[in-house]
Nanobody, 126 residues
Framework: QVQLVESGGGVVQAGGSLRLSCVDS????????MGWFRQAPGKERDFVAA????????YYADSVQGRFTISKDNARNTVYLQMNSLKPEDTAVYYC???????????????????WGQGTQVTVSS
């Protein structure tokens, strides 16, 4: 009964781009703030980006600021993560997350996100 499903991961060379998608089957997607997190082997799950329900407010980790863009298409029940200028340190499993109505404050707080996808692998090679 997976409700959040990520896709778009793959292998890309450093400097390249990928666009991740996360489709939400929930009936209240429009009212959800959405976020992206990533986890490398042996490391904790870290915040990447988040957006308010209408896309009006966004947050980015310092490590991806200026390179990644989060966007939300409520008509398609989909949140995207456009990743440009990829670096080897971006290699990780990327997860999308959702929370009803309000963005967690701060958005890095994992415990305040209510729903999680199963992840998609992103590998950046040199």
């Amino acid at each position: 009964q997976v409700q959040l499903v990520e896709s778009g991961g793959g292998v890309v060379q450093a400097g390249g781009s990928l666009r991740l998608s996360c489709v939400d089957s929930g009936r209240t997607f429009t009212n959800y703030a959405m976020g992206w997190f990533r986890q490398a082997p042996g490391k904790e799950r870290d915040f990447v980006a988040a957006t308010s329900w209408n896309g009006g407010t966004t947050y980015y980790a310092d490590s991806v600021q200026g390179r990644f863009t989060i966007s939300k298409d409520n008509a398609r029940n989909t949140v995207y993560l456009q990743m440009n200028s990829l670096k080897p340190e971006d290699t990780a499993v990327y997860y999308c997350a959702g929370r009803r109505f309000r963005l967690p404050q701060p958005p890095q707080t994992l415990s305040e996100w209510e729903r999680w996808g199963q992840g998609t692998q992103v590998t950046v090679s040199s």
